[in-house]
Protein backbone atom coordinates (compact mmCIF):
# COMPACT_ATOMS: atom_id res chain seq x y z
CA UNK A 1 0.00 0.00 0.00
CA UNK A 2 1.10 3.73 -1.15
CA UNK A 3 1.53 5.31 2.49
CA UNK A 4 3.42 9.00 1.45
CA UNK A 5 2.24 9.81 -2.54
CA UNK A 6 4.82 12.31 -4.24
CA UNK A 7 2.17 15.04 -4.52
CA UNK A 8 2.14 16.00 -0.70
CA UNK A 9 5.70 15.90 -1.00
CA UNK A 10 5.72 18.55 -3.80
CA UNK A 11 5.90 21.20 -1.41
CA UNK A 12 8.21 20.66 1.03
CA UNK A 13 11.41 22.50 1.53
CA UNK A 14 14.49 20.04 0.29
CA UNK A 15 15.58 20.87 4.20
CA UNK A 16 11.62 19.48 5.84
CA UNK A 17 12.23 16.33 3.91
CA UNK A 18 15.98 16.13 4.73
CA UNK A 19 14.50 15.88 8.56
CA UNK A 20 11.29 13.77 8.25
CA UNK A 21 12.71 11.14 5.71
CA UNK A 22 17.02 11.39 6.55
CA UNK A 23 17.61 8.25 4.14
CA UNK A 24 16.23 10.41 1.51
CA UNK A 25 19.96 11.67 0.91
CA UNK A 26 21.39 8.09 -0.30
CA UNK A 27 18.34 8.45 -2.96
CA UNK A 28 19.73 12.51 -4.08
CA UNK A 29 23.18 10.95 -3.79
CA UNK A 30 22.37 7.49 -5.66
CA UNK A 31 20.70 9.64 -8.03
CA UNK A 32 23.41 12.00 -8.50
CA UNK A 33 21.49 14.85 -7.69
CA UNK A 34 23.09 17.76 -5.79
CA UNK A 35 20.94 18.94 -3.09
CA UNK A 36 23.56 21.10 -1.61
CA UNK A 37 21.95 25.18 -0.99
CA UNK A 38 18.79 24.30 -1.88
CA UNK A 39 17.84 23.29 1.59
CA UNK A 40 14.81 26.20 0.98
CA UNK A 41 13.88 25.05 -2.12
CA UNK A 42 10.55 23.06 -2.47
CA UNK A 43 11.02 19.25 -3.95
CA UNK A 44 9.39 20.79 -6.68
CA UNK A 45 10.92 24.19 -7.39
CA UNK A 46 14.77 22.10 -7.07
CA UNK A 47 13.26 19.99 -10.27
CA UNK A 48 12.33 22.64 -12.10
CA UNK A 49 15.73 24.67 -12.13
CA UNK A 50 17.13 21.93 -14.20
CA UNK A 51 17.74 23.95 -17.36
CA UNK A 52 17.05 21.88 -20.79
CA UNK A 53 20.40 21.61 -21.39
CA UNK A 54 21.05 20.30 -17.54
CA UNK A 55 18.75 17.62 -18.51
CA UNK A 56 19.83 16.66 -21.80
CA UNK A 57 23.47 16.67 -20.20
CA UNK A 58 23.07 14.87 -17.17
CA UNK A 59 19.79 12.94 -18.51
CA UNK A 60 17.65 14.39 -15.77
CA UNK A 61 13.80 12.70 -16.76
CA UNK A 62 11.91 15.13 -13.40
CA UNK A 63 8.69 12.76 -13.82
CA UNK A 64 10.62 9.73 -13.52
CA UNK A 65 13.05 10.85 -10.33
CA UNK A 66 9.11 11.91 -8.56
CA UNK A 67 7.88 8.34 -9.18
CA UNK A 68 11.03 6.60 -8.53
CA UNK A 69 11.15 8.54 -5.36
CA UNK A 70 7.82 8.05 -4.24
CA UNK A 71 8.59 4.19 -4.81
CA UNK A 72 11.55 4.80 -3.00
CA UNK A 73 10.52 6.52 0.27
CA UNK A 74 7.41 4.02 0.64
CA UNK A 75 9.46 0.96 0.93
CA UNK A 76 12.47 2.34 3.21
CA UNK A 77 9.34 3.10 5.54
CA UNK A 78 7.82 -0.23 5.16
CA UNK A 79 11.23 -1.55 5.81
CA UNK A 80 12.27 0.64 8.90
CA UNK A 81 8.96 -0.27 10.16
CA UNK A 82 8.25 3.42 10.30
CA UNK A 83 4.60 3.09 9.18
CA UNK A 84 2.36 6.00 9.63
CA UNK A 85 -1.14 5.40 10.06
CA UNK A 86 -3.40 6.99 7.80
CA UNK A 87 -7.39 7.18 8.12
CA UNK A 88 -8.93 6.63 5.27
CA UNK A 89 -12.23 6.13 6.26
CA UNK A 90 -14.57 5.51 9.40
CA UNK A 91 -17.57 3.28 9.94
CA UNK A 92 -20.45 3.70 11.93
CA UNK A 93 -21.24 0.07 12.91
CA UNK A 94 -25.33 0.13 14.37
CA UNK A 95 -26.64 -0.52 17.83
CA UNK A 96 -30.01 0.91 19.68
CA UNK A 97 -32.13 3.65 19.75
CA UNK A 98 -33.02 4.93 23.79
CA UNK A 99 -36.23 2.70 23.41
CA UNK A 100 -33.80 -0.58 22.54
CA UNK A 101 -34.73 -0.62 19.30
CA UNK A 102 -32.15 -1.79 16.92
CA UNK A 103 -31.09 1.34 14.34
CA UNK A 104 -32.89 1.14 11.27
CA UNK A 105 -29.47 1.03 9.07
CA UNK A 106 -26.59 -2.32 9.18
CA UNK A 107 -23.38 0.32 8.29
CA UNK A 108 -21.84 3.60 7.24
CA UNK A 109 -18.79 4.39 6.19
CA UNK A 110 -17.67 8.17 5.53
CA UNK A 111 -14.54 8.95 3.79
CA UNK A 112 -12.17 11.41 3.54
CA UNK A 113 -12.83 14.76 2.25
CA UNK A 114 -16.39 13.67 2.91
CA UNK A 115 -19.06 16.14 4.67
CA UNK A 116 -22.05 14.42 6.55
CA UNK A 117 -24.62 16.78 8.45
CA UNK A 118 -26.54 14.99 11.33
CA UNK A 119 -29.78 16.25 11.45
CA UNK A 120 -32.43 15.53 13.94
CA UNK A 121 -35.15 17.10 16.52
CA UNK A 122 -33.71 18.63 19.68
CA UNK A 123 -33.34 15.83 22.19
CA UNK A 124 -32.84 13.21 19.37
CA UNK A 125 -29.19 12.64 20.01
CA UNK A 126 -26.99 14.15 17.33
CA UNK A 127 -24.56 15.35 20.03
CA UNK A 128 -24.57 11.73 21.34
CA UNK A 129 -23.36 10.44 17.75
CA UNK A 130 -20.57 12.94 17.72
CA UNK A 131 -19.45 11.64 21.38
CA UNK A 132 -19.48 7.83 19.70
CA UNK A 133 -17.47 8.94 17.40
CA UNK A 134 -14.69 10.88 19.54
CA UNK A 135 -14.55 8.14 22.03
CA UNK A 136 -14.70 5.35 19.37
CA UNK A 137 -17.46 3.47 20.76
CA UNK A 138 -17.20 -0.06 20.82
CA UNK A 139 -20.41 -1.02 22.16
CA UNK A 140 -19.55 0.94 25.24
CA UNK A 141 -22.03 3.64 25.41
CA UNK A 142 -25.48 4.47 26.00
CA UNK A 143 -26.17 3.77 22.14
CA UNK A 144 -23.93 0.61 21.87
CA UNK A 145 -22.78 1.57 18.38
CA UNK A 146 -19.32 0.96 17.09
CA UNK A 147 -16.67 2.45 15.35
CA UNK A 148 -14.22 1.35 13.38
CA UNK A 149 -11.51 3.12 11.47
CA UNK A 150 -10.29 1.83 8.04
CA UNK A 151 -12.48 -1.07 8.52
CA UNK A 152 -11.13 -2.25 11.99
CA UNK A 153 -11.52 -1.72 15.47
CA UNK A 154 -8.85 0.60 16.93
CA UNK A 155 -6.30 0.38 19.23
CA UNK A 156 -7.80 1.57 22.21
CA UNK A 157 -5.04 4.18 22.51
CA UNK A 158 -6.38 6.14 20.01
CA UNK A 159 -8.95 7.56 23.09
CA UNK A 160 -5.63 8.76 25.30
CA UNK A 161 -3.44 9.97 22.95
CA UNK A 162 -3.13 13.16 23.22
CA UNK A 163 -0.28 13.23 20.05
CA UNK A 164 -2.18 11.35 17.75
CA UNK A 165 -5.59 12.98 18.45
CA UNK A 166 -7.93 10.84 16.06
CA UNK A 167 -11.24 13.76 16.73
CA UNK A 168 -10.46 17.62 16.42
CA UNK A 169 -14.06 19.08 17.92
CA UNK A 170 -15.59 22.56 16.94
CA UNK A 171 -18.16 23.32 19.73
CA UNK A 172 -20.34 26.13 19.98
CA UNK A 173 -18.64 27.86 23.30
CA UNK A 174 -14.97 28.49 22.56
CA UNK A 175 -14.81 30.83 25.55
CA UNK A 176 -11.46 31.63 25.80
CA UNK A 177 -9.51 32.61 28.82
CA UNK A 178 -6.11 32.76 28.41
CA UNK A 179 -4.56 36.15 28.52
CA UNK A 180 -2.68 35.88 25.09
CA UNK A 181 -2.26 37.79 21.81
CA UNK A 182 -3.70 35.77 19.11
CA UNK A 183 -0.03 35.21 17.79
CA UNK A 184 1.21 34.05 21.23
CA UNK A 185 -1.82 31.21 21.01
CA UNK A 186 -1.02 30.35 17.42
CA UNK A 187 2.57 29.79 18.41
CA UNK A 188 1.96 27.78 21.15
CA UNK A 189 -0.39 25.45 18.76
CA UNK A 190 2.25 25.46 16.24
CA UNK A 191 5.46 24.38 18.97
CA UNK A 192 3.00 21.66 20.65
CA UNK A 193 2.63 20.24 16.85
CA UNK A 194 6.61 20.40 15.91
CA UNK A 195 5.70 22.70 12.81
CA UNK A 196 9.21 23.72 11.47
CA UNK A 197 7.69 26.89 9.77
CA UNK A 198 5.58 28.49 12.23
CA UNK A 199 5.85 31.81 10.70
CA UNK A 200 4.27 30.69 7.97
CA UNK A 201 1.74 28.45 9.05
CA UNK A 202 0.22 31.23 11.58
CA UNK A 203 0.16 33.75 8.63
CA UNK A 204 -1.71 31.12 6.58
CA UNK A 205 -4.17 30.61 9.91
CA UNK A 206 -4.68 34.15 10.68
CA UNK A 207 -5.33 34.95 6.26
CA UNK A 208 -7.60 31.90 6.25
CA UNK A 209 -9.39 33.01 9.95
CA UNK A 210 -10.03 36.49 8.35
CA UNK A 211 -11.63 35.15 5.50
CA UNK A 212 -14.15 33.75 7.23
CA UNK A 213 -14.88 36.16 9.86
CA UNK A 214 -16.88 39.24 9.26
CA UNK A 215 -15.16 41.60 11.08
CA UNK A 216 -11.09 41.27 10.83
CA UNK A 217 -8.37 40.69 13.30
CA UNK A 218 -4.54 40.39 13.51
CA UNK A 219 -2.21 39.25 15.50
CA UNK A 220 -1.85 41.62 18.37
CA UNK A 221 -5.74 41.04 19.02
CA UNK A 222 -5.79 39.58 22.62
CA UNK A 223 -7.50 36.45 22.01
CA UNK A 224 -9.92 37.41 24.99
CA UNK A 225 -11.52 40.11 22.93
CA UNK A 226 -11.97 38.56 20.50
CA UNK A 227 -15.80 38.47 19.27
CA UNK A 228 -17.98 34.70 19.22
CA UNK A 229 -17.71 34.61 15.19
CA UNK A 230 -13.98 35.61 14.94
CA UNK A 231 -12.89 32.73 17.93
CA UNK A 232 -14.96 30.17 15.75
CA UNK A 233 -12.92 31.37 12.64
CA UNK A 234 -9.80 31.31 14.67
CA UNK A 235 -10.44 27.82 15.73
CA UNK A 236 -11.90 26.21 12.10
CA UNK A 237 -8.88 27.80 10.55
CA UNK A 238 -6.38 26.62 13.23
CA UNK A 239 -8.02 23.13 13.29
CA UNK A 240 -7.97 22.63 8.98
CA UNK A 241 -4.28 23.92 8.98
CA UNK A 242 -2.51 22.73 12.40
CA UNK A 243 -4.57 19.83 13.53
CA UNK A 244 -3.28 16.54 12.36
CA UNK A 245 -6.75 15.11 13.86
CA UNK A 246 -8.04 13.31 10.70
CA UNK A 247 -11.67 13.48 11.60
CA UNK A 248 -13.26 16.89 12.53
CA UNK A 249 -16.58 16.87 14.61
CA UNK A 250 -18.70 20.23 14.73
CA UNK A 251 -21.53 20.53 16.77
CA UNK A 252 -23.27 23.71 15.01
CA UNK A 253 -21.89 26.23 13.50
CA UNK A 254 -25.47 28.71 12.98
CA UNK A 255 -25.70 31.86 14.37
CA UNK A 256 -21.54 31.78 14.57
CA UNK A 257 -21.09 35.20 12.21
CA UNK A 258 -18.79 33.64 10.07
CA UNK A 259 -18.72 32.22 6.02
CA UNK A 260 -19.59 28.61 6.74
CA UNK A 261 -19.56 27.75 3.61
CA UNK A 262 -15.44 28.85 3.30
CA UNK A 263 -15.26 27.01 6.82
CA UNK A 264 -16.23 23.70 5.39
CA UNK A 265 -14.50 24.30 2.14
CA UNK A 266 -11.45 24.87 3.86
CA UNK A 267 -11.76 21.78 6.16
CA UNK A 268 -12.54 19.38 3.74
CA UNK A 269 -9.46 20.62 1.56
CA UNK A 270 -7.41 19.38 3.85
CA UNK A 271 -8.57 16.41 3.45
CA UNK A 272 -10.28 15.68 6.95
CA UNK A 273 -13.49 13.57 7.60
CA UNK A 274 -16.30 16.18 9.08
CA UNK A 275 -19.43 15.57 10.74
CA UNK A 276 -21.70 18.16 11.61
CA UNK A 277 -25.17 18.22 13.90
CA UNK A 278 -26.54 20.89 12.48
CA UNK A 279 -30.45 22.61 12.55
CA UNK A 280 -29.76 24.59 9.96
CA UNK A 281 -30.80 23.98 6.09
CA UNK A 282 -28.03 25.46 3.71
CA UNK A 283 -25.42 23.76 6.00
CA UNK A 284 -27.48 20.48 5.81
CA UNK A 285 -27.49 20.68 2.41
CA UNK A 286 -24.23 21.56 1.71
CA UNK A 287 -23.10 17.79 3.17
CA UNK A 288 -22.82 14.62 0.57
CA UNK A 289 -25.29 12.94 2.72
CA UNK A 290 -26.64 13.32 6.00
CA UNK A 291 -27.93 11.25 8.85
CA UNK A 292 -31.10 11.90 10.62
CA UNK A 293 -31.59 10.65 14.01
CA UNK A 294 -34.39 10.18 15.61
CA UNK A 295 -35.40 8.99 19.58
CA UNK A 296 -31.41 8.73 19.85
CA UNK A 297 -31.25 6.14 16.65
CA UNK A 298 -29.77 6.55 13.20
CA UNK A 299 -33.62 6.31 11.29
CA UNK A 300 -32.67 7.52 7.69
CA UNK A 301 -29.55 8.19 5.78
CA UNK A 302 -30.25 10.14 2.47
CA UNK A 303 -27.57 11.40 0.00
CA UNK A 304 -27.64 14.83 -0.92
CA UNK A 305 -29.14 14.86 -4.55
CA UNK A 306 -28.96 16.80 -7.62
CA UNK A 307 -32.46 18.31 -6.85
CA UNK A 308 -31.70 18.97 -3.47
CA UNK A 309 -28.08 20.73 -4.92
CA UNK A 310 -29.97 23.29 -7.22
CA UNK A 311 -32.38 24.37 -3.86
CA UNK A 312 -29.54 24.84 -2.06
CA UNK A 313 -27.97 27.12 -4.44
CA UNK A 314 -31.17 29.07 -3.90
CA UNK A 315 -30.60 29.10 -0.51
CA UNK A 316 -27.42 30.65 -0.57
CA UNK A 317 -28.88 33.31 -2.27
CA UNK A 318 -31.15 33.84 0.17
CA UNK A 319 -28.63 33.82 2.59
CA UNK A 320 -26.62 36.24 0.73
CA UNK A 321 -29.41 38.42 1.61
CA UNK A 322 -29.61 37.98 5.01
CA UNK A 323 -26.01 38.35 5.56
CA UNK A 324 -25.78 41.70 3.44
CA UNK A 325 -28.98 43.07 5.51
CA UNK A 326 -27.47 41.80 8.60
CA UNK A 327 -23.88 44.35 7.55
CA UNK A 328 -26.09 46.96 6.80
CA UNK A 329 -27.94 47.01 9.72
CA UNK A 330 -25.28 46.89 11.81
CA UNK A 331 -23.57 49.84 9.62
CA UNK A 332 -26.51 51.54 11.03
CA UNK A 333 -28.26 51.85 7.45
CA UNK A 334 -31.77 51.73 6.78
CA UNK A 335 -32.82 48.42 4.84
CA UNK A 336 -35.49 49.87 2.78
CA UNK A 337 -34.38 48.43 -0.77
CA UNK A 338 -36.14 44.70 -1.70
CA UNK A 339 -33.62 42.09 -1.61
CA UNK A 340 -35.84 40.27 -3.60
CA UNK A 341 -36.72 42.13 -6.44
N1 LIG B 1 -29.40 5.56 21.58
C1 LIG B 1 -29.45 6.16 22.77
N2 LIG B 1 -29.61 5.45 23.89
C2 LIG B 1 -29.68 6.04 25.10
N3 LIG B 1 -29.58 7.37 25.29
C3 LIG B 1 -29.41 8.15 24.23
C4 LIG B 1 -29.33 7.61 22.91
N4 LIG B 1 -29.14 8.62 22.04
C5 LIG B 1 -29.12 9.76 22.76
N5 LIG B 1 -29.27 9.49 24.07
C6 LIG B 1 -29.34 10.47 25.17
O1 LIG B 1 -30.36 11.43 24.91
C7 LIG B 1 -30.01 12.72 25.37
C8 LIG B 1 -30.18 13.79 24.28
O2 LIG B 1 -29.27 13.52 23.23
P1 LIG B 1 -28.34 14.63 22.56
O3 LIG B 1 -27.83 15.60 23.56
O4 LIG B 1 -27.35 13.91 21.75
O5 LIG B 1 -29.40 15.36 21.63
P2 LIG B 1 -29.17 16.45 20.46
O6 LIG B 1 -29.88 15.93 19.25
O7 LIG B 1 -27.74 16.78 20.31
O8 LIG B 1 -29.96 17.68 21.01
P3 LIG B 1 -29.82 19.27 20.65
O9 LIG B 1 -30.31 19.46 19.25
O10 LIG B 1 -30.71 19.90 21.65
O11 LIG B 1 -28.37 19.64 20.84
C9 LIG B 1 -28.58 12.60 25.88
O12 LIG B 1 -28.62 12.44 27.29
C10 LIG B 1 -28.08 11.33 25.22
O13 LIG B 1 -27.03 10.69 25.95
Redesign the pocket.
Known sequence: MIMIKIKELEFMKIKKLEKEYPFILSFFENNKLDIEGYGEFTLEEYLKHFTPEDKEEWAVDTEKIKLDLETYLNQMIEFLGLKKDTIDSITIVS????YGNLENFNELTIYKSEIVAIV??????????L?DIEWTANKDT??QRRILINGKVPDPSFRFSTSNKLVAQLSQNMNFVMDLTVKEFLELHAQSRMIDEEEGVIEKIIEAANELAGEKFDLDTQITGLSGGQSRALMIADTAILSTSPIVLI??IENAGIDRKRALNLLVNEEKIVLM?T?DPTLALMADKRIV?KN??IYKIINTDREEKIILKKLEKMDAIINTMRADLRKGKIVNYSPFS
Open positions: GKDKGATGSGKSRLAPTDEAHIGG
